[in-house]
């Protein structure tokens, strides 16, 4: 059974930095490649979750409007990993970010546990 496990979430002042991960478990090592799509969500008290970045199979990634310049989705194939490389953060970054893992082979959509950022001075 596929395992999400997110980690690097914290509390953080306004223009700062934060490197979310998310460990891949259940699969066989170095295969994270074959999942059509990874992805980092996020959720802020109140309101509906939202795709912040993705990445595709073949390594195509896309990105929310208000992320775009500041967020970067990685993936590290070896360590069934993919990161979310955050800079420049603002208050409305606060939110559970959510790791996301869709394929076929998977059964669907899968979610890890969720790590708590939030942007405050």
């Known amino acids: 059974q596929v395992q999400l496990v997110e980690s690097g979430g914290g509390l953080v002042e306004p223009g700062g930095s934060l490197r979310l991960s998310c460990v891949v478990s259940g699969i066989n090592s170095g295969s994270i490649y074959r999942i059509d799509t990874m992805g980092w969500y996020r959720q802020a008290p109140g309101k509906e979750r939202e795709m912040v970045a993705r990445?595709?199979?073949?390594?195509?990634?896309n990105y929310r409007d208000s992320v775009k310049g500041r967020f970067t989705i990685s993936r590290d194939n070896a360590k069934n990993t993919i990161y979310l490389q955050m800079n420049s953060l603002k208050p409305e970054d606060t939110a559970a970010y959510y790791c996301?893992?869709?394929?076929?082979?998977?059964?669907?959509?899968?979610w890890g546990q969720g790590t708590q950022v939030t942007v405050s001075s």
């Open positions: 996301n893992a869709n394929s076929p082979w998977l059964r669907g959509n899968n």
């Open positions: 990445i595709t199979s073949a390594g195509s990634k």
